[in-house]
């Protein structure tokens, strides 16, 4: 098991030299870069080259790329506009995806393996106007990221749009072969459970994001610290048809889990899945 942790963990501050050297000193070998306006400017070319340099200095791997979820046009502002590549308004629709491919443009400076990417924001319904219009948006992007070594990866959501099940569907319905699955273990907890939401994106998940929770807010807990059956889920991990990266992703807060605390459930993680593994071995 590779151990990899996703900056949102620290999304509230700008990821700093300093901050990926003591990820780096953990032992925590890859990353997984959240877009955000505050922490990682990937509009900009200078903080995308001082990104490069320290990752090379300190020997780490970017696994993936979260792709923007809001764009914040003002600095000082709190909180931007919500991005979403299902937006039925083409204007709206196309502007989302122009911002994907500013993200995506990482990979010319920073090789990465997986672009995460939501369908939509919060709360939204399956409405077969926003499938269409997920679907003209992806079809663009799969080539575009595809051209530059990248592989987009849908999270599931917890909403109908963003469901286990209608991910499952619209691959099915367009088929978009190329797009691969970001299970999110949390998310799927506080729908129908993780297992079987699992399950429904078994075939094609290739990267998890691995945080606990109680079954009703998105906590980003520590594994282990929430509701979460981790014996059933780490068993249907060791029984995934292809390696599944495990990605923890931890909310950025106060009181958030130290680098410690990580190293630790990393350990637990890891013999845990590791026991999995011997008992369930891969098909």
Request: glycine content about 6%.
């Amino acid at each position: 098991m590779q151990r990899i942790l996703s900056t949102y963990r620290y999304i509230n501050q700008p990821l700093t030299r300093l901050l990926l050297s003591e990820i780096a000193r953990a032992d925590i070998p890859a990353i997984e870069v959240f877009c955000a306006p505050v922490h990682f400017r990937y509009r900009s070319p200078q903080a995308v080259g001082e990104l490069a340099d320290a990752i090379g200095e300190y020997g780490l791997a970017m696994h993936a790329l979260h792709s923007p979820t809001e764009r914040d046009l003002a600095p000082a502002r709190e909180s931007g506009t919500p991005i979403s590549i299902c937006d039925p308004e083409r204007i709206r629709r196309v502007d989302a995806m122009d911002e994907v491919k500013r993200a995506i443009d990482v990979a010319e400076r920073i090789p990465f393996r997986f672009l995460v990417q939501h369908l939509g924001h919060r709360h939204q319904t399956a409405d077969p106007r926003k499938m269409d219009a997920a679907f003209n948006s992806l079809e663009h992007l799969v080539i575009f990221a595809k051209a530059r070594g990248v592989t987009i990866a849908l999270e599931n959501t917890p909403d109908e749009l963003g469901a286990p099940e209608s991910l499952r569907n619209l691959v099915k319905e367009t088929h978009l072969h190329d797009l691969k699955f970001c299970f999110d273990i949390g998310h799927a907890h506080m729908e129908d459970g993780a297992v079987k939401g699992f399950e429904a994106m078994r075939e094609l998940v290739v990267t998890a994001h691995i945080h606990d929770n109680h079954g009703e807010k998105d906590e980003h807990l520590l594994p282990y610290d929430g509701s979460i059956d981790w014996d059933a889920a780490l068993d249907a991990f060791a029984g995934a048809l292809q390696p599944v990266s495990l990605v923890l992703e931890l909310k950025g807060q106060p009181g958030a889990p130290s680098l410690d605390q990580i190293r630790a459930t990393f350990d637990r993680l890891e013999g845990d899945l590791e026991d999995k593994m011997v008992r369930s071995p891969q098909p």
